[in-house]
């Protein structure tokens, strides 16, 4: 194989989603101590260290502890290039969290063992399934009580409608926690807590192993047999093609806090998913091998740089190879150029980059020419990329400038930031944009809006929310929003380019909708 082959070859793409304090940054940061990126666990905790100041307006970011916007981490194990995304994971996360699942090849959900399924992780759970990409469960905290493993599983499995394969076992848990069963080797390896180094003591022990009973006690070892002929007997079957087709998730259990489980899961992991995918443009499929350059953009960071008010524009790369100063074509500016200071970020440190393929992702500088969704190719190679769903906002208000002179820097101020996807513009049918309304995904956005709105455009505002909780797309072309019979609380709006939409209150208020108006036919996600 070539070495260019080689390369896309070895990549592997990935989110790792969870609810808030399930262990995501805490997993994270393990994987990347197998990689060598980092010498000490720890070092990723950006978020409550100061070192994560990357921009201004996240002051709000440091003040409140959280991390607001996603970042990409690569590090190299056992021959494979590992790309992690990481994804907010605070209730107040924003819609780059759904747009980042857009630029992986498959998800890790990390799970608390004694939470279940949380409400934050079936959102982004929901995304990966319109998607069909692998996922693959990690349980974790299992040296904390857990809840009943059947009972874990049966909540993915309901919650989420997929099906699931163990494919290790826990013994115990808290306490109690004696390590976990590997259903493939048929071994168990006995929990061994270390104080997260990277190497942690392996004892592994066959089933008719005399020192068994002595490891892991009488009552857990007949617990242990009786599970294992239930899984055996009553589980799903294990299924290569429907893991790849994101229907049936491989579920490890393990502690990422103890390391325990950590780095098996890592390989495996890796067995499971696949290099990068074909990605679908809008005439055909571009093969992650193709000579030719392409990517996509799929996160805008704004204002790295409050002086310059710059942006970076973060980009999958779907086919070929990039190499610094070369020239690209931007399909949406219909332009050649020169991607500049092209980056990538290690733990925490940005680098230039001299090369990167398909599978990887680079920021570069954007003078405000991106737009999330484009693409950008080789010049002798045109394509476009389908456009990154326009996921459905949560909350809204109506928002108006406090000073009616500084029209133009509310304008401004509000198209921008929508550019770059932090926030949905929308208007009433016929109005102007002296009042708009936004729509967020997680309502922390709109405390950036209005910091960043007064320290980069100086422009008041002045909010009012909204009662509404969901937004529809109308399909239908051909109907005129204003013929509609709707309940009294909801309203008709379009966003800027005209598309028509409806706010609710409340499902009732939908269903009103569907069943007075035969034929509309409404829509969760935008299309850009
Ligand atoms: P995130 O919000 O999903 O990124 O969660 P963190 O990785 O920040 O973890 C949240 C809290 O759970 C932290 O206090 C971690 O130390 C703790 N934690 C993470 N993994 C484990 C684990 O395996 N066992 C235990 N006992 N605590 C854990």
Request: with cysteine.
């Amino acid at each position: 194989m070539s070495s260019f082959k080689e390369e896309i070859s070895k990549r592997r793409t990935f989110a790792i989603i969870s609810h808030p304090d399930a262990g995501k940054t805490t997993l994270t940061e393990k994987l990347l101590l197998y990689g060598g990126a980092i010498n000490l666990a720890g070092s990723v905790k950006g978020k409550r260290t100061a070192k994560h100041a990357v921009s201004d307006w996240m002051e709000i970011e440091k003040q409140r502890g959280i991390s607001v916007t996603s970042s990409v981490l690569q590090f190299k194990y056992n021959g494979y290039c590992i790309n992690i995304l990481d994804t907010p994971g605070h209730e107040d996360f924003s819609e780059d969290t759904y747009r980042t699942l857009m630029a992986a090849d498959s998800a890790v959900m990390v799970i608390d063992g004694s939470k279940g399924v949380e409400k934050q992780t079936i959102k982004l759970f929901k995304v990966c399934v319109m998607r069909n990409i692998p996922i693959i469960t990690f349980i974790n905290k299992m040296d904390r009580d857990a809840k009943n493993s059947f009972d874990l599983l049966e909540d993915i499995e309901n919650v989420l409608g997929i099906h699931t394969y163990p494919v290790n076992w826990p013994i115990g848990s808290g306490k109690e926690f004696k390590g976990v069963y590997d259903r493939n080797s048929k071994k168990i390896l006995a929990f061994t807590a270390n104080n997260g180094q990277k190497e942690v003591e392996k004892k592994e022990l066959t089933l008719d192993d005399p020192a068994l009973e002595d490891t892991i006690g009488y009552y857990h070892k007949q617990d242990l047999f009786d599970e294992i002929e239930l899984l055996d007997g009553a589980g799903d079957e294990f299924d290569l093609e429907a893991v790849r087709n994101g229907q049936l998730t491989p579920v490890f259990f393990g502690s990422a806090l103890t390391n325990f489980g950590v780095e098996p899961f890592l390989e495996q992991f890796l067995q499971l998913t696949t290099p990068p995918l074909p990605r679908e443009t809008v005439d055909e499929k571009v093969e992650p091998m193709s000579d030719f350059f392409s990517a996509f953009v799929f996160k805008i960071q704004a204002n790295m740089n409050k002086a310059h008010r710059d942006r970076v524009a973060f980009m999958r790369i779907c086919s070929g190879k990039f190499e610094k100063n070369m020239e690209v074509f931007h399909v949406q500016g219909n332009k050649k150029m020169r991607l500049s200071q092209p980056q990538q970020i290690m733990a925490q440190e940005r680098e230039i980059v001299d090369e990167a393929y398909a599978g990887d992702i680079i920021g570069v500088f954007d003078p405000g020419i991106f737009s999330i969704g484009d693409t950008i190719c080789s010049p002798g190679h045109k394509v476009q990329f389908r456009g990154i769903p326009t996921f459905a906002p949560e909350h809204f208000a109506l928002v108006r400038q406090k000073d009616t002179m500084k029209r133009k820097q509310f304008i401004k101020g509000t198209s921008q930031i929508a550019q770059e996807g932090a926030i949905q513009i929308f208007q009433e049918l016929d109005a102007g944009m002296e009042e708009v309304i936004v729509g967020v995904v997680g309502v922390l956005q709109f405390d950036v809006l209005k910091y960043r709105l007064q320290n980069e455009y100086n422009c008041d505002i002045i909010m009012e929310t909204l009662p509404y909780e969901f937004i529809r797309w109308i399909v239908n072309d051909d109907i005129d929003p204003k013929t509609l019979d709707l309940a009294s609380d909801t309203k008709k709006i379009q966003d800027l380019k005209g598309n028509h939409l409806l706010l609710f209150t409340s499902y009732w208020s939908i269903n009103w909708a569907l069943e007075h108006n035969k034929g509309l036919e409404l829509a969760e996600f935008g299309t850009n």
